[in-house]
């Protein structure tokens, strides 16, 4: 199998999560946690603490809601995990936005993804709908197939049942 494209996260620090809102505010973030990393000590801070430590510290600073930032600085942590505190440091620390994008609010980018796509009032019973997982570049989208599991996901999600057990009640191989 021959993989192309750039699929290492070392090769991508500063654009593997431009499809996340924050990513507008990765060069604070990416400014923030490079100074944690370079001052960090051994703590009894869980990861949780020190990623909302680091992502308020830049809410303040930029005078933003902290939940715009927590999962950019998420992302940023696990990178540094991923590909190296080095290699996270010999990065610009871009933001790969058009002008277009990187004015939008959190409401507008909500108000675009909530919108119909002209299904109608049965378009429950198509075959496939649209999805989009990536609200920056249009053609990043695919069709799915809706099925019984997608459809009903997550209302048989509800039902109480073993987690090491098929749908059917019996064990697997796993279990």
């Given at each position: 199998m021959?993989?192309q494209?750039?699929?290492?996260?070392k090769?991508?620090?500063d654009?593997?999560?431009?499809?996340?809102?924050g990513?507008?505010?990765w060069?604070?973030v990416?400014r923030?946690i490079?100074d944690h990393?370079?001052?960090?000590?051994q703590?009894?801070?869980?990861?949780?603490?020190?990623?909302?430590?680091?992502a308020?510290?830049?809410a303040n600073?930029?005078?933003i809601?902290?939940s715009l930032?927590?999962?950019?600085?998420a992302?940023g942590?696990?990178?540094?995990?991923?590909?190296?505190?080095?290699?996270?440091?010999?990065?610009?620390?871009?933001?790969?936005?058009?002008?277009?994008?990187?004015?939008k609010s959190?409401?507008q980018?909500?108000?675009e993804?909530?919108?119909?796509?002209?299904?109608?009032?049965?378009?429950?019973?198509?075959?496939?709908h649209?999805?989009?997982f990536?609200?920056?570049?249009?053609?990043?989208?695919f069709r799915?197939?809706?099925?019984?599991?997608?459809?009903?996901?997550?209302w048989?999600?509800?039902t109480?049942r073993?987690?090491?057990s098929?749908?059917?009640?019996?064990?697997n191989?796993?279990?």
């Open positions: 021959l993989l494209g750039h699929y290492y996260l090769d991508q620090i654009s593997s999560h431009t499809f996340l809102y990513h507008r505010y060069p604070q990416k923030a490079a990393a370079a001052t960090w000590t703590t009894n801070d869980s990861l949780a603490d020190q990623i909302l430590k680091i308020n510290r830049v600073e930029l005078k809601d902290v930032v927590v999962g950019i600085t992302a942590f696990m990178t540094v995990q991923q590909a190296g505190l080095e290699a996270f440091n010999a990065t610009a620390g871009e933001v790969l936005l058009d002008s277009k994008h990187a004015k959190p409401e980018m909500l108000k993804r909530a919108k119909d796509d002209s299904q109608g009032f049965f378009g429950f019973l198509l075959e496939f649209d999805c989009k990536n609200s920056i570049v249009p053609e990043r989208m799915q197939r809706m099925t019984t599991t997608t459809i009903l996901g997550p048989t999600s509800l109480p073993n987690p090491c098929n749908d059917r009640g019996e064990g191989e796993y279990s």
